[in-house]
């Protein structure tokens, strides 16, 4: 029924993981940030699922729901904070949102 | 054959998560951002979770990436490029990079082979039946900071009149 393994799952969620990662370290515009952190969510919930579905357990993929439920909020939240640094700071470029440093 | 669908889901996922990743302009991000979901969505299909390949699609694709993409033509930024590559990122990504290599290393030594599931896929009843007894006040809870952060967008979103004009 399902031939592909469980660490073949997991392997491609680490992969995803990693690739968010480099995203968030490298990137400029917090936007595009943000979609990376979201593409982090993403890969911790394939292995959430992976492991319910090889486990028999329906713990992990509840899980699932409430991450997605939150992630949704936490999208919300964070865009809007994006809209009111930009009104005050007429940019979303990182670097140059340096009020704190020094 | 599923061999060949998992494959094809995987790549479709990494390669557009790799292009959000390197793309220039925050509109194809958001683009392959979709695409990505959609990779994603079938490995969730892949792993017998019809209901959250759905929802999946239902509020990342039609919720997320939609404010998202309200949120690019609202601001309209200029595409930036990628940061200067500094020392504080090396060490970042070294740190990171281990940690990974660790956590890939103890899952392929410790997890015993497990080649397919043992256990018959979940129904939709199974699902139901979690959400509303063992998980009642997490749902619960949820709904509340649904509530929460609406309430926190609107007073960060609206414009309130200066203080002195209050007066």
């Known amino acids: 029924m399902n031939p592909v393994s469980l660490e073949t799952y997991i392997a491609a969620s680490a992969i995803l993981f990693v690739i968010g990662f480099v995203g968030v370290l490298l990137r400029k515009n917090t936007l595009v940030i943000y979609m990376c952190l979201e593409l982090m969510l993403l890969a911790s919930t394939l292995a959430l699922v992976a492991f319910s579905r090889f486990q028999g357990t329906l713990d992990g993929a509840v899980f699932v729901f409430f991450i997605l439920t939150i992630a949704a909020a936490e999208v919300a939240v964070g865009l809007a904070i994006i809209v009111a640094l930009f009104r005050r700071r007429h940019t979303v470029q990182v670097e140059e949102l340096n009020a704190l440093k020094n | ?167």
């Not at chain 2, 979690?130 to 609206?158: C, D, E, N, R």
């Open chain 2, 1 to 167: 054959m599923a061999n060949v669908l998992f494959y094809t889901f995987a790549l479709l996922t990494l390669v557009s998560a790799l292009l959000v990743v390197v793309n220039k302009n925050p509109i194809n991000s958001a683009m392959f951002l979709l695409l990505s979901l959609v990779g994603m969505a079938g490995l969730f299909v892949m792993l017998d979770a019809a209901l959250l390949a759905f929802v999946l699609i239902l509020v990342y694709a039609g919720a997320v990436v939609a404010l998202f993409l309200f949120i690019i033509m609202l601001l309209d930024t200029t595409p930036g490029g990628f940061k200067p590559f500094r020392k504080l990122t090396m060490v970042a990504a070294t740190i990171g990079g281990l940690l990974l290599a660790l956590g890939a290393h103890t899952v392929t030594i410790n997890v015993p082979k497990i080649a397919a599931p043992l256990h018959a896929a979940p129904s939709l009843k199974n699902y139901a039946g979690m959400l509303f007894t063992t998980y009642l006040l997490p749902v619960q809870l949820v709904g509340f900071l649904l509530l929460i952060a609406m309430l926190g967008v609107i007073v960060l979103s609206k414009k309130f009149a200066p203080v002195e004009d209050v007066k």
